[in-house]
């Protein structure tokens, strides 16, 4: 054989013999047994599960965004309310001394104090 000549190797070509082909393969599979060769699970559950696997940080930290959100959407919020002067109430004089020094008023005072009087 010279550099000029070509080796052919169309025979070895599997598509030229597709029932040849299909023939050692059944018969590798065969020799392997049925234990050995799993069979690979359908396309659609392999999806899903390389879904899953590489978006679960994902989904779980927006499910705890959705949580937070739901909880915060949820809790009332204080009405504003514009500190006027119509609004302010006014402290008995007596009250306010009895809270500064921490005291207890008598009955007596707590009664002219209800009744509008003075002590």
């Given at each position: 054989?010279?550099?000029?000549?070509?080796?052919?190797?169309?025979?070895?070509?599997?598509?030229?013999?597709?029932?040849?082909?299909?023939?050692?393969?059944?018969?590798?599979?065969?020799?392997?047994?049925?234990?050995?060769?799993?069979?690979?699970?359908?396309?659609?559950?392999?999806?899903?599960?390389q879904l899953a696997s590489r978006f679960r940080p994902?989904?779980?930290?927006?499910?705890?965004?959705?949580?937070?959100?739901?909880?915060?959407?949820?809790?009332?919020?204080?009405?504003?309310?514009?500190?006027?002067?119509?609004?302010?109430?006014?402290?008995?004089?007596?009250?306010?001394?009895?809270?500064?020094?921490?005291?207890?008023?008598?009955?007596?005072?707590?009664?002219?104090?209800?009744?509008?009087?003075?002590?």
């Amino acid at each position: 054989m010279n550099a000029d000549e070509r080796l052919d190797l169309s025979p070895l070509d599997p598509e030229n013999d597709p029932e040849r082909l299909e023939r050692v393969v059944d018969g590798v599979m065969h020799r392997l047994g049925p234990g050995l060769v799993p069979s690979p699970p359908p396309l659609s559950s392999r999806v899903v599960e390389q879904l899953a696997s590489r978006f679960r940080p994902l989904f779980a930290a927006a499910s705890i965004v959705a949580v937070v959100a739901a909880a915060a959407l949820g809790t009332p919020r204080p009405a504003e309310v514009d500190p006027s002067p119509e609004l302010a109430v006014s402290i008995p004089l007596e009250w306010s001394v009895w809270m500064l020094t921490e005291s207890t008023p008598r009955a007596e005072d707590l009664l002219i104090t209800f009744a509008g009087g003075g002590p």
